[in-house]
């Protein structure tokens, strides 16, 4: 018979008052260790009535910015400081986290596109079906820190979805400008729905708020503290943070709109990639975005990519060496409700 329960458990009991720390335990059985599971750190501070939160990090292995922003934010926060519960999902593919790594090592699962996840399938579609079956259930908000990740590098920004309800999609605005990333924007649903902790968010009636924070696969210094600052901003504006935290106020944010393939440039072809623009800048439709060199045959005249509208550049690729489809950059436009 099919599973439908998680194998995975958890060290903490969710429903217990104060903070604790522990590990959710992922029976794996492997060569080295018979009997051995992947401990997925996990935490959890509660303290009476209020927002119940998940706040979840590492969903891509190699997006540092959120799991060193919520681990500080995890070590400085005491049960007196919280009204109703966080959780913390600091390294949540923690293999991936583990490796640095956008996917896991050990069944190269997308964490990100593995929702709504199986409790028989590998172990990253185990984490996926016990976020979504067990925590998220459990849970009012989900804010889930992303950055670029090796391939690409970000100008730090919040990130929602675009909410049919007008109330919804007031309080996502009031949670990205509580944020203040330097730049923010609203994702157009992909047609046909998507395998994202956002479309699971969305099934289970949980308010959700993303990130980009810079990317490159290394930890920059402005994204951090963003995220350490903006996520103590958002808890404090939806009352999950008690008056006697500090929280610095939010500095502007540049509110965009990603909607449509046109916002995106990918490569027509592999080669070296010679980026034109950089993030933050402000294009024209038709503008050159970059080069593709062949250095297989660098007597042939190089390729051109053009940016199909304008924009503001919100990401770029950062690995000079590129294949055919893979993304070079995006662009988002002011906001339209
Ligand atoms: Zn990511």
Same mark, same amino acid.
């Given at each position: 018979?099919?599973?439908?329960?998680?194998?995975?458990?958890?060290?903490?009991?969710?429903?217990?008052?104060?903070?604790?720390?522990?590990?959710?335990?992922?029976?794996?059985?492997?060569?080295?260790?018979?009997?051995?599971?992947?401990?997925?750190?996990?935490?959890?501070?509660?303290?009476?009535?209020?927002?119940?939160?998940?706040?979840?990090?590492?969903?891509?292995?190699?997006?540092?910015?959120?799991?060193?922003?919520?681990?500080?934010?995890?070590?400085?926060?005491?049960?007196?400081?919280?009204?109703?519960?966080?959780?913390?999902?600091?390294?949540?593919?923690?293999?991936?986290?583990?490796?640095?790594?956008?996917?896991?090592?050990?069944?190269?699962?997308?964490?990100?596109?593995?929702?709504?996840?199986?409790?028989?399938?590998?172990?990253?579609?185990?984490?996926?079906?016990?976020?979504?079956?067990?925590?998220?259930?459990?849970?009012?908000?989900?804010?889930?820190?992303?950055?670029?990740?090796?391939?690409?590098?970000?100008?730090?920004?919040?990130?929602?979805?675009?909410?049919?309800?007008?109330?919804?999609? &007031?309080? /996502?605005?009031? %949670? @990205?400008?509580?944020? !203040? +990333?330097?730049?923010?924007?609203? $994702?157009?649903?992909?047609?046909?729905?998507?395998?994202?902790?956002?479309?699971?968010?969305?099934?289970?009636?949980?308010?959700?708020?993303?990130?980009?924070?810079?990317?490159?696969?290394?930890?920059?210094?402005?994204?951090?503290?963003?995220?350490?600052?903006?996520?103590?901003?958002?808890?404090?504006?939806?009352?999950?943070?008690?008056?006697?935290?500090?929280?610095?106020? &939010?500095? /502007?944010?540049? %509110? @965009?709109?990603?909607? !449509? +393939?046109?916002?995106?440039?990918? $490569?027509?072809?592999?080669?070296?990639?010679?980026?034109?623009?950089?993030?933050?800048?402000?294009?024209?439709?038709?503008?050159?975005?970059?080069?593709?060199?062949?250095?297989?045959?660098?007597?042939?005249?190089?390729?051109?990519?053009?940016?199909?509208?304008?924009?503001?550049?919100?990401?770029?690729?950062?690995?000079?060496?590129?294949?055919?489809?893979?993304?070079?950059?995006?662009?988002?436009?002011?906001?339209?409700?």
């Amino acid at each position: 018979m099919a599973q439908t329960t998680s194998r995975i458990t958890s060290e903490i009991d969710f429903n217990r008052e104060g903070k604790q720390v522990g590990f959710l335990r992922l029976p794996h059985s492997v060569h080295r260790s018979a009997y051995g599971w992947i401990p997925i750190p996990v935490a959890c501070i509660g303290n009476g009535s209020g927002p119940r939160v998940l706040l979840m990090a590492g969903n891509h292995g190699d997006e540092y910015e959120g799991q060193v922003a919520l681990s500080r934010v995890l070590r400085e926060t005491e049960a007196a400081d919280v009204r109703g519960r966080l959780v913390f999902l600091t390294s949540a593919n923690f293999p991936a986290a583990l490796a640095g790594t956008r996917t896991s090592p050990i069944d190269d699962g997308n964490l990100n596109r593995s929702f709504p996840g199986d409790p028989d399938g590998g172990v990253t579609a185990q984490i996926a079906f016990y976020i979504e079956h067990v925590l998220l259930p459990q849970c009012d908000y989900v804010f889930d820190l992303h950055s670029g990740g090796s391939s690409l590098m970000y100008v730090p920004s919040g990130l929602c979805r675009r909410h049919d309800d007008p109330a919804r999609m &007031a309080h /996502a605005l009031a %949670l @990205l400008t509580a944020f !203040g +990333a330097p730049m923010s924007y609203v $994702a157009d649903a992909p047609q046909g729905g998507d395998r994202t902790l956002t479309a699971a968010a969305s099934r289970r009636g949980v308010m959700h708020m993303g990130s980009e924070l810079g990317g490159g696969g290394t930890l920059s210094i402005g994204a951090l503290r963003t995220a350490q600052e903006g996520i103590r901003r958002v808890l404090r504006l939806i009352g999950a943070l008690g008056e006697g935290v500090a929280v610095p106020p &939010a500095p /502007a944010t540049r %509110l @965009l709109q990603v909607r !449509g +393939a046109d916002y995106f440039v990918y $490569a027509g072809d592999g080669g070296l990639f010679e980026p034109l623009v950089d993030v933050g800048d402000e294009v024209a439709a038709g503008q050159e975005a970059g080069i593709i060199h062949f250095h297989d045959t660098p007597w042939r005249e190089p390729a051109t990519a053009l940016f199909r509208r304008a924009g503001t550049v919100l990401c770029k690729r950062m690995p000079c060496r590129t294949e055919r489809g893979d993304c070079l950059f995006h662009l988002g436009t002011p906001y339209e409700a």
